[in-house]
C-alpha cells in the first residue's frame, strides 16, 4: 500500500472520531449561568434535565412524577441561578425507601 491510497480512509477515521469526541463534550445547562425563569421553563418544557448547579455537581430535574421510576417519590427542588439563590426548578427522583428513613 502506498501512502496515497491510506489517506482517504484516515481522513475518514479522523472524522469519526471528530464527531463523537463534539458528541461527548457537550455541556449540560448551568443553573447560575441562566435566569430562575429560564432554568424552571427549560425543565416544564423538557420534562426531565440533567443540569449542572455548580463546576462539579449537577442533578436530573423532573417536571412531575411520571418522569420517575415507580419505586421514585418526587422533592422540590431548588437550585442557585444567576437571578435567585434558591430558585424552584421543579423536582429531583428519589427513592421511595429513602424518604421512610432520611424524612428531611
Do not use: H
Not at 463523537?20 to 435566569?35: D, E, G, N
Amino acid at each position: 500500500m502506498t501512502k496515497s491510497s491510506l489517506l482517504p480512509g484516515l481522513a475518514l477515521a479522523a472524522a469519526f472520531t471528530a464527531l463523537a469526541s463534539a458528541a461527548y463534550a457537550q455541556s449540560r445547562p448551568y443553573s447560575p449561568r441562566m435566569t430562575c425563569q429560564s432554568a424552571a421553563r427549560m425543565v416544564a418544557a423538557r420534562g426531565a434535565v440533567v443540569m449542572s448547579t455548580g463546576p462539579n455537581t449537577y442533578d436530573r430535574y423532573v417536571r412531575s412524577q411520571p418522569y420517575c421510576t415507580p419505586s421514585e417519590t418526587t422533592r422540590p427542588a431548588w437550585v442557585r441561578t444567576a437571578d435567585n439563590p434558591q430558585c424552584f426548578i421543579g423536582y429531583t427522583c428519589e427513592d421511595v425507601e429513602n424518604d421512610r428513613f432520611f424524612p428531611f
